[in-house]
């Protein structure tokens, strides 16, 4: 079992917003980033040290930290957005990564 | 541009071995910590294994600990893997992932390597 909590699945429509979370309590202390991956793909990171983009992500992608939950949010989503989602931060005690079970995300 | 290009993947027996390589390019290799992370079919994404910029320190995931040994040669930008006593549960697409400001920040993936454990 994961460390770290996500819905595991959401939908948006078109050009509105949504935000995705992950609960976890080595969040608290430690910085989260979100990878995003298509069918077929690798994973890429669109988020790291909890806010953030990496050089030619799009700005619709940002991050944030309150907590124990780190959230990602798209702003205006794409139909290329269509993607699930990963969060990953650190154990809070052991030497290792630990990955949130992820979110696949529905464009409408 | 950072670069990562892993080998070694294909079919292999239960209780064989396997060794993954990842060659890297387009950063300073020596300077960041460098994982393994392995992708079941249709599953999510799992960590496997990283190892300190020098090599000094290796840390496992309880499931391949004793099995899986990772190691690098910063002269050669080369991280590999070597997967002893495999399983069917071993079967995933394996990730080379370089870390980036610190060691458990995800920085870049490389494509994956298909490891499927068959008999």
């Known amino acids: ?108 | 541009q950072v670069q990562l290009v892993e080998s070694g993947g294909g079919v292999v027996q239960p209780g064989r071995s396997l060794r993954l390589s990842c060659a890297a390019s387009g950063f300073t290799f020596s300077s960041f910590a460098m994982h393994w992370v392995r992708q079941a079919p249709g599953k999510g994404l799992e960590w496997v294994s990283f190892t300190l910029y020098d090599g000094s320190n290796n840390y496992y995931a309880d499931s391949v600990k004793g099995r899986f040994t990772i190691s690098r040669d910063n002269s050669k930008n080369m991280l590999y893997l070597q997967m002893d006593s495999l399983g069917v549960e071993d079967t995933a697409v394996y990730y080379c992932v370089c870390s980036q400001s610190n060691w458990y920040t995800i920085g870049y993936w490389g494509q994956g390597a298909l490891v499927t454990v068959s008999s």
Request: proline share 6%.
């Open chain 1, 1 to 108: 079992s994961s460390e770290l909590t996500q819905d595991p699945a959401v939908s948006v429509a078109l050009g509105q917003t949504v935000t995705i979370t992950c609960q976890g309590p080595s969040l608290r202390n430690y910085f989260a980033t979100w990878c995003q991956q298509k069918p077929g793909q690798a994973p890429i990171v669109v988020i790291f040290g909890n806010t953030n983009r990496p050089s030619g992500i799009p700005d619709r992608f940002s991050g944030s930290r309150s907590g124990s939950t780190a959230s990602l949010t798209i702003t205006g989503a794409q139909a290329e957005d269509e993607a699930d989602y990963y969060c990953s931060s650190r154990d809070s005690s052991f030497s290792r990564v630990v990955f949130g079970g992820g979110t696949k995300v529905t464009v409408l």
